[in-house]
């Protein structure tokens, strides 16, 4: 708990924040960003281009440009130069994936007292774009968020030291990358659904790694995991289901790897309180609201369900107060 309680006023401003983010987040469904950054246009042009109702497109314009996000002269809109790597679709690394999935996230959330009533999840609704441009939108945010932040938490997890990853649930290839930078001469396998590998695939035929990694589609809770490997990444996966799952998923991994082998497991990790870190209390309501069982849980908890699954020796290796834990345990050697 913070030292100040949050007064009325700021408890309003709370509320209000989401008024940016849906203006923000329609101008990004609509892409409207990447078309005003190619040329200049107004209301009706940019209404006619995208088949929407022109009053309601200036009204949109006008908002995102009082954000500070397009100049507006005279009554043409354009994307500032400074913000089109960041806004444009073609930016190799703009931010619209996570915009977008933030503003699907929004739409669960904002059910949160009926899903509180009910313990269930509302009905999902997908946005303008549709569940497969949603689904691919969910795919390209993972990159945008760990893409920043992968090379220095390998850096901190101390030189890799494995010949063959398996990287579960790899979807945009982000951490492969980033931990076949920190070991050299080591190969790669991604494990994912068939439709998260194009995402890879794509990323990683444009780098020096391509000749080192090898893609496996399936579904890690139907299949095998490919095995001989020596180290097995799972990144922000076990807040996805329930402790009995996760086990299941820990034993496949188990397997998979070989004695002596090492899983590393990066998400958020709980105190104890479970009201610490605040963004994993956070999160845990992100999982409540989509998803039927997933949930935040605290290294206890995650030490336990390897241990269940055969592993020794569990440590948190990292501790962050966001997404950026990691929980190691080890397999144990052949006698």
Request: hydrophobic fraction near 45%.
């Amino acid at each position: 708990m913070t030292d100040k309680r949050p007064d009325g006023q700021k408890i309003l401003d709370w509320m209000a924040d989401f008024m940016s983010g849906c203006v923000i987040g329609a101008a990004a469904e609509l892409d409207l960003f990447t078309l005003l950054g190619r040329r200049p246009l107004s209301a009706d042009e940019a209404a006619d281009r995208l088949r929407a109702d022109r009053r309601a497109t200036a009204m949109l314009l006008d908002a995102v440009a009082a954000l500070g996000l397009l100049d507006k002269q005279g009554d043409r809109y354009r994307l500032p130069d400074e913000l089109v790597p960041v806004l444009s679709e073609e930016s190799h690394d703009n931010i619209l994936p996570m915009v977008r999935h933030r503003l699907n996230v929004l739409r669960g959330w904002s059910q949160l007292a009926w899903v509180t009533k009910a313990g269930i999840p509302g009905p999902r609704q997908s946005s303008i774009r549709g569940p497969a441009g949603d689904r691919e939108s969910f795919i390209a945010a993972m990159h945008t968020y760990s893409g920043p932040v992968a090379d220095e938490l390998v850096a901190r997890l101390g030189p890799p030291k494995f010949k063959h990853l398996l990287d579960v649930g790899g979807a945009s290839g982000t951490w492969t990358l980033a931990l076949l930078r920190a070991a050299e001469g080591a190969r790669a396998t991604i494990f994912d659904l068939p439709d998260a590998l194009v995402q890879a695939r794509h990323r990683i035929a444009r780098t020096e790694m391509a000749e080192r990694i090898e893609f496996a589609p399936g579904d890690f809770y139907v299949d095998d995991l490919p095995a001989g490997v020596d180290y097995a990444w799972v990144s922000a996966i076990v807040h996805q289901h329930s402790r009995e799952r996760n086990r299941d998923l820990f034993a496949k991994v188990f397997k998979a790897l070989d004695p002596g082998g090492r899983i590393a497991i990066r998400d958020i990790v709980m105190k104890p309180s479970r009201t610490e870190p605040l963004d994993g209390a956070l999160f845990a309501i992100n999982m409540l609201v989509h998803t039927d069982t997933g949930g935040t849980f605290t290294f206890d908890e995650l030490a336990e369900d390897l241990q269940a699954a055969g592993f020794v020796d569990a440590r948190l290796e990292v501790e962050h107060e966001a997404m950026n834990s990691v929980v190691t345990a080890v397999k144990p050697g052949s006698d």
